[in-house]
Nanobody, 122 residues
Framework: QVQLVESGGGLVQAGGSLRLSCAAS????????MGWFRQAPGKEREFVAA????????YYADSVKGRFAISRDNAKNTGYLQMNSLKPEDTAVYYC???????????????WGQGTQVTVSS
């Protein structure tokens, strides 16, 4: 079992930046691909970004490409989502997940964090 805990959410103004962290415990996080998803009020959970277990390859939703960067530090069992040029439409609860492959579907992820709120104001 892998336990995931997100942190780093908060309130920022449009154009600002936030860095989310996903701390893993239990089984070695480095053995798993990692994904970030978000869910806004009234909407379904949406794929944001994913990264391979090694950290070599990354994948992004079109809506965040060029603004967000996913990374991981396997020595620290921690994943990250750097969010720049934030927009009000980025407001959501952000979740990290671990699974066998960095796919854009929730189907591919076995373990989930509790989520952290990101609010972007104008």
């Amino acid at each position: 079992q892998v336990q995931l805990v997100e942190s780093g959410g908060g309130l920022v103004q449009a154009g600002g930046s936030l860095r989310l962290s996903c701390a893993a415990s239990g089984r070695t996080f480095s053995s798993y691909a990692m994904g970030w998803f978000r869910q806004a009020p009234g909407k379904e959970r949406e794929f944001v970004a994913a990264i391979t277990a090694s950290g070599v390859r990354t994948y992004y939703a079109d809506s965040v490409k060029g603004r967000f960067a996913i990374s991981r530090d396997n020595a620290k069992n921690t994943g990250y989502l750097q969010m720049n040029s934030l927009k009000p439409e980025d407001t959501a609860v952000y979740y990290c997940a671990a699974g066998a492959a960095p796919i854009s579907s929730r189907y591919g992820y076995t373990y989930w964090g509790q989520g952290t709120q990101v609010t972007v104001s104008s």
